[in-house]
């Protein structure tokens, strides 16, 4: 699909709501939205919107953004919460992808060498209930 003959509303994640903040940003096509920046687009509409925008909004500008530069993006980045997923990677200082932030434990190494104290102890005790 070629960006002339796309609407701004056939951009997946954009619904009708995000259309008017389109509008109220001055952005009224695919090849208007594809010129900008999304981190402008959500520090302007920030200024000009009667209450405050939560950052998810700047999530979809992303995706929707990438979407009017890129018409065969992936799919899974064509949504909202692939973006966020990413900008928290970021924030956390880590470039994992979402799937990847849980933590795995670490296996056990088996410690070699002296015994601690404690160890010695219950070894002794060990031995003499024997």
Partial sequence: MRTESRRLADLISVGPAMVRDFALLGVRSVTQLARRNPDRLYQELERVAP???DICVLDVFRAAVAQA?????PAEQ???WWWGNKRKAVAAGTTKKAKDNIETPRPQRKRRGRMSSLQAESARTASRAS
């Avoid at 530069?69 to 993006?73: A, G, I, N």
């Fill in 78 to 80: 064509r949504q909202w």
């Fill in 69 to 73: 530069r890129d018409p065969y993006l």
């Fill in 51 to 53: 209450q405050h925008m």
